[in-house]
């Protein structure tokens, strides 16, 4: 290999590491994915994550970026050792990092890394990361858009951008303005009692559960098996694991495969009776409010009717960043807190903008035992 071949290598071995950073930063899941050999692997002890193949490092890059408020991480050249067709190399990072549920800290690492020349360039073999130094001291600063990193439970479908709707007033008293990152803070024991008891006078069932482990199995014993359900496209869903057990374990009648399974173009009118008027709808909110009211967003509304009462029964998944005090927060929370992460998921998956173009308020259910609201102690989704 000539002087001119080696130089080349390390630098696009050197460009590679840099497009993961770019990518992480951007949370750009597919391209992260492709910076590695279909077989490629990235392994995080320390959070622990293994993932192989290009998908599973797609879908655990979403995974832990749906946890993020924000996150910071920079890149420092390091080693490369090339032989032949394939080389190792070591690179040295710091990240900032504070997550939904209040987990924040300093840390500085080490990617130990594999490299493979392929067919479309040099491609990671494998990644492994290595903390060597983590300080979990709270965090004094904050992204200058506190909202950066929160999002509404996914807008669904497709969504396009609208403008931003003027909060509806209310009766009730309001309170001083809530700061925008209180808004991922979970509720106290008494909030949650609090919001339990305005359901319940409200004629919604209510439970409080310590965790989103709890909420999955309570959904078991809500649901019968063979029920036709249809679940709300929602990150408490998918974190929680609720979604895959409904719509993958076999379970169930799940609505969303089928719905996901007919042409749009030619299948519109069965896909609205399908999502319309399900034997349960199971779904997360934006917001609970402490007078009992719940607020749902999205951007193509198709998951409302359901919600609203096509559904003969519904069960609503909360976590406790989700209380605010009345509806007039709820709305801020929605926008402020809510909006801007879903509008970062959508652009990366979809390519195109979120928006608040259709909200849903559930202030009461006439008929008791068809609403449940299993209220968790965690924060979850967005």
């Given at each position: 290999?000539?002087?001119?071949?080696?130089?080349?290598?390390?630098?696009?071995?050197?460009?590679?590491?840099?497009?993961?950073?770019?990518?992480?930063?951007?949370?750009?899941?597919?391209?992260?994915?492709?910076?590695?050999?279909?077989?490629?692997?990235?392994r995080?002890?320390?959070?622990?994550?293994d993932?192989?193949?290009?998908?599973?490092?797609?879908?655990?890059?979403?995974?832990?970026?749906?946890?993020?408020?924000?996150?910071?991480?920079?890149?420092?050249?390091?080693?490369?050792?090339?032989?032949?067709?394939?080389?190792?190399g070591?690179a040295?990072?710091?990240?900032?990092v504070?997550?939904?549920?209040?987990?924040?800290?300093?840390?500085?690492?080490?990617?130990?890394?594999?490299?493979?020349?392929?067919?479309e360039?040099?491609?990671?073999?494998?990644?492994?990361?290595?903390?060597?130094?983590?300080?979990?001291?709270?965090?004094?600063?904050?992204?200058?858009?506190?909202?950066?990193?929160?999002?509404?439970?996914?807008?669904?479908?497709?969504?396009?951008?609208?403008?931003?709707?003027?909060?509806?007033?209310?009766?009730?008293?309001?309170?001083?303005?809530?700061?925008?990152?209180?808004?991922?803070?979970?509720?106290?024991?008494?909030?949650?009692?609090r919001?339990?008891?305005?359901l319940?006078?409200?004629?919604?069932?209510?439970?409080?559960?310590?965790?989103?482990?709890?909420?999955?199995?309570?959904?078991k014993?809500?649901?019968?098996?063979?029920?036709?359900?249809?679940?709300g496209?929602?990150?408490?869903?998918?974190?929680?694991?609720?979604?895959?057990?409904?719509?993958?374990?076999?379970?169930?009648?799940?609505?969303r495969?089928?719905?996901l399974?007919?042409?749009?173009?030619?299948?519109?009118?069965?896909?609205?009776?399908?999502?319309?008027?399900?034997?349960?709808?199971?779904?997360?909110?934006?917001?609970?409010?402490?007078?009992?009211?719940?607020?749902?967003?999205?951007?193509?509304?198709?998951?409302?009717?359901?919600?609203?009462?096509?559904?003969?029964?519904?069960v609503?998944?909360?976590?406790?960043?989700?209380?605010?005090?009345?509806?007039?927060?709820?709305?801020?929370?929605?926008?402020?807190?809510?909006?801007?992460?879903?509008?970062?998921?959508?652009?990366?998956?979809?390519?195109?903008?979120?928006?608040?173009?259709?909200?849903?308020?559930?202030?009461?259910?006439?008929?008791?035992?068809?609403?449940?609201?299993?209220?968790?102690?965690?924060?979850?989704?967005?």
């Amino acid at each position: 290999m000539n002087d001119f071949q080696t130089i080349a290598d390390r630098v696009e071995i050197e460009a590679l590491r840099g497009e993961f950073t770019d990518a992480v930063m951007m949370r750009d899941r597919p391209r992260l994915a492709s910076l590695f050999t279909p077989d490629g692997a990235l392994r995080m002890p320390d959070i622990p994550a293994d993932q192989v193949g290009r998908e599973e490092i797609r879908a655990g890059g979403e995974r832990l970026q749906s946890q993020w408020d924000f996150f910071v991480q920079t890149t420092h050249p390091g080693t490369i050792l090339l032989d032949g067709d394939t080389a190792t190399g070591r690179a040295y990072l710091q990240e900032l990092v504070r997550t939904l549920d209040g987990r924040q800290g300093l840390n500085y690492a080490v990617y130990h890394d594999r490299y493979q020349r392929t067919t479309e360039g040099w491609k990671f073999a494998e990644r492994v990361y290595e903390v060597r130094y983590l300080d979990t001291s709270p965090l004094a600063g904050t992204a200058p858009d506190t909202a950066q990193g929160s999002g509404t439970d996914r807008a669904d479908d497709t969504a396009t951008p609208a403008p931003t709707p003027t909060p509806t007033p209310t009766s009730a008293a309001t309170p001083a303005p809530v700061p925008a990152a209180s808004f991922a803070d979970p509720a106290s024991a008494e909030q949650l009692e609090r919001v339990a008891a305005a359901l319940r006078a409200n004629g919604f069932a209510a439970e409080i559960l310590d965790d989103a482990a709890a909420a999955r199995a309570r959904v078991k014993d809500l649901i019968p098996a063979g029920a036709g359900v249809f679940t709300g496209a929602s990150e408490t869903l998918r974190l929680s694991g609720i979604d895959e057990d409904i719509n993958a374990g076999g379970r169930y009648d799940a609505i969303r495969p089928r719905v996901l399974a007919i042409d749009r173009a030619t299948g519109a009118d069965e896909i609205r009776r399908l999502v319309a008027s399900p034997e349960f709808v199971v779904n997360s909110v934006a917001a609970v409010t402490e007078t009992g009211s719940l607020v749902l967003a999205s951007g193509s509304g198709s998951q409302f009717p359901a919600n609203a009462g096509g559904a003969a029964h519904a069960v609503w998944i909360v976590g406790a960043q989700k209380v605010v005090p009345d509806l007039s927060t709820a709305l801020r929370r929605v926008e402020e807190h809510a909006l801007p992460l879903e509008n970062a998921r959508a652009l990366a998956v979809y390519g195109t903008p979120s928006a608040v173009n259709r909200l849903l308020i559930v202030n009461a259910e006439q008929r008791q035992g068809r609403g449940t609201v299993l209220l968790l102690r965690e924060a979850i989704g967005y």
